[in-house]
């Protein structure tokens, strides 16, 4: 489903519950950013990627992690790196909706994605 578009937005989309807003990259930049908007207990089932390294900085609300077997808590202002090869999943653990900027380097590619386990 395709929405109306934020300021600066090249495209944003509906991932299950979850807005997502992607914004342009200069042609040839080694990354992507995209804003992703998390309503209350929404959920990002395992992802990760096999070269890219991945940046979350939570600008409003509350985030659970689960990063390899870790768990870890973030709120806003905090910002996590997550390396390539490594599986995660998050969640809106907090009252609210999320709102999440992610930068992927390099730029995201569907190919770069590890498999479900």
Do not use: K
């Amino acid at each position: 489903m395709t929405l109306p578009r934020p300021s600066g937005a090249t495209a944003t989309i509906l991932l299950g519950d979850v807005r997502l807003s992607e914004y342009p990259t200069p042609e040839g930049a080694p990354m992507s950013t995209v804003r992703l908007i998390m309503p209350e207990a929404a959920e990002h089932d395992w992802t990760g990627a096999r070269v890219s390294w991945r940046l979350y900085h939570v600008l409003a609300g509350e985030l659970d992690f689960v990063v390899g077997t870790q768990e870890m808590h973030a709120s806003a202002g905090d910002v996590l790196f997550i390396p390539p090869g490594t599986r995660y999943r998050y969640r809106n653990g907090g009252a609210g909706a999320a709102e999440i900027i992610l930068c992927t380097s390099p730029g995201y590619d569907p190919a770069d994605e590890l498999p479900t386990p």
